[in-house]
């Protein structure tokens, strides 16, 4: 139900300022996407979790994407470790802490275990990935600029941040993500 509401649209009323009807909570179009694609007009929302009237469902990609080119550290939740690696290097030209052991944690917030691949129906994918078309797309830039910035953290110094076949994952995502008819 959740999707298909926004999913059709009547999660922005006209003449709506922000909220809408979001189920008190957020509106998941292009989400990252709008809050990396900040336009001023848009003063009155919060640029995280409400459409802007002004700018819509899908924000400027381009800027989007400029604004992630223009951050000094880009990090990805599913290699935590290694975002912490590089965020070390770059404040302190080390990598001690990619030598300590790292416990990972799922927290799972009362949710009964699940499988996107096996318990989601293709109808109700193909509109999620509607949902977050232009987050897809803002995704692949930032998985390839993280596999980058690892490749060369890890010549540098010689330390070990992650694995090969993770680094090839994320390039290999990266290069199936296309914007019209240019590479991102």
Known sequence: EWVWHFRNGTAWPPGARCRGDMFNCVNPWNMQTRYHAYDPRCTLCDRGHDVCPEV???PDLGVALATLDQMAVVGLTEHYTASLCLL???LTLKTSR?????QKTHEVHSVPPHSYDKDVP??????VAALV???EQLYARAARRFATDVRLVQRYTGAHILQEAALQELEKLAERAVTGNRRL
């Open 98 to 102: 990619c030598l300590l052991p790292f």
């Open 122 to 127: 293709p109808a109700l994918k193909q509109e």
């Open 56 to 58: 819509g469902l899908e």
């Open 88 to 90: 070390e290097y770059l």
């Open 133 to 135: 078309a232009q987050d």
